[in-house]
């Protein structure tokens, strides 16, 4: 198996002119690390000794140590290098000029997962923002999309839900790796900072991440594995309910249910075109922490066998849309906050759109919902060719 390198590989083989003699800082997390597990932080204070003068990390902390969302990481001294991390998910989310002072060049070097709900690609974008507002660089170092940067799902964001969740019109499923965000996001969308991708060498748009030959170190608590990532463009909408999407279980997202269903009820009312790369096997969870703690949620594991096919979001608009006909009583929304909104509903935010919640209550088959997005799709396809940097 040919390994593909990353960012983070070819900027330490060729440095560019803009990091000689810059102070530099680091957005990074657990993920941030080289083919051998080595973390980039250290890389780059090995290959530049002296310039690395600050850390940042998203959410979840420089560790991925806080579990859910809206617990918030403190700022703090890195035991590795010594130097300032500053918390980009605590009393802020949006860097200070007291954050970028100590730096010249702020390094990203982040694992996104290919989903528009991830909180990443905005910390990203405010520090974008942050960095044309103080007149700082930002070099990105590319990593793959693990849900691959071939397949396109979902409605785009509506301006009324954007939130930390969603800022830009973008689709649920958005195909682009994080280098490639970035350029969209600073042309398309106008943020106009100093920016520098370096691109990755041999990643194609067709590989699943357990084709490049790189080590998978879980970028957030609850996506442990590929295959939790692969799940997860779907899955997520489930953190907008009351049925439980495996957290509190080995299986985050791969396992979904709720103690009052039926797994086989539910597939028989099921679309089978929708579970075409899958296989919906019933199962009994108990989360030892969230949702249901401590209780017995009847549902399903999602194997995907044939992840060219699966459609992830549709599938799980469908079971969103036959628990709610099968148990109108006991289906219940989660209520505000939800990352820092106060009075929308969470679940719009991570729909990204009102009209597809009406549509899914109303009982608007799911291939409907579907071709309403196409063209939408078709239009972002047609936006990010000038931004996508690989075949």
């Not at 003699?21 to 250290?42: I, K, T, W, Y």
């Not at 990443?120 to 660089?137: D, G, N, V």
């Not at 992840?307 to 289906?331: H, K, R």
């Amino acid at each position: 198996m040919q390994m593909v390198k990353t960012g983070l590989e070819v900027f330490l083989n060729d440095p560019p002119p803009s990091v000689k003699n810059g102070r530099l800082g680091l957005l990074c997390n657990p993920a941030s690390v080289d083919n051998r597990f080595v973390h980039s932080r250290q890389r780059i204070n090995d290959t530049f000794p002296g310039y690395l003068k600050a850390l940042y990390s998203p959410q979840h902390g420089l560790y991925a140590e806080k579990q859910d969302n809206m617990i918030e990481s403190m700022h703090r001294t890195d035991p590795v290098t010594g130097v300032q991390v500053f918390s980009l998910y605590g009393d802020t989310r949006i860097p200070t000029r007291a954050m970028m002072d100590p730096i010249d060049v702020m390094i990203v070097d982040l694992q996104d997962v290919g989903t528009r709900v991830y909180t990443f690609i905005y910390t990203l974008s405010y520090c974008m923002e942050a960095a044309k507002k103080f007149q700082k660089k930002i070099i990105v170092l590319d990593r793959p999309n693990p849900v691959g940067g071939h397949n396109f799902e979902g409605n785009l964001l509506s301006p009324d839900c954007s939130s930390f969740v969603g800022r830009y019109p973008i689709p649920m499923r958005h195909g682009l790796t994080i280098g490639e965000l970035a350029l969209l996001f600073n042309t398309c969308f106008k943020i106009g900072c100093d920016l520098e991708v370096v691109a990755m060498q041999g990643w194609k748009r067709k590989m699943q991440f357990d084709l490049t030959g790189l080590p998978w170190v879980a970028p957030s608590p609850n996506l442990p594995t590929s295959m939790s990532a692969m799940v997860y463009p779907g899955q997520v909408i489930w953190e907008g309910t009351n049925i439980s999407e495996g957290r509190g279980t080995t299986q985050p997202f791969e396992l979904f249910g709720a103690p009052f269903i039926n797994p086989e009820i539910l597939l028989k009312k099921i679309d089978k075109k929708l579970l075409v790369g899958t296989v919906l096997r019933p199962v009994e969870f108990e989360p030892t922490s969230n949702k249901w703690k401590g209780q017995s949620c009847k549902g399903f594991q999602i194997h995907v066998t044939d992840p060219s096919v699966y459609s992830p979001y549709a599938l799980s608009l469908a079971f969103y849309q036959v628990i709610i006909e099968t148990y109108p009583d006991q289906f219940a929304y989660k209520k505000p906050p939800y990352e820092y909104e106060n009075e929308r509903l969470p679940m719009d935010l991570i729909l990204g759109n009102r009209e597809i919640r009406f549509q899914i209550e109303s009982g608007v088959q799911i291939s409907e919902i579907v071709s309403g997005w196409e063209k939408q799709l078709s239009n972002y396809k047609n936006e990010i060719k000038s931004v996508c940097l690989y075949k």
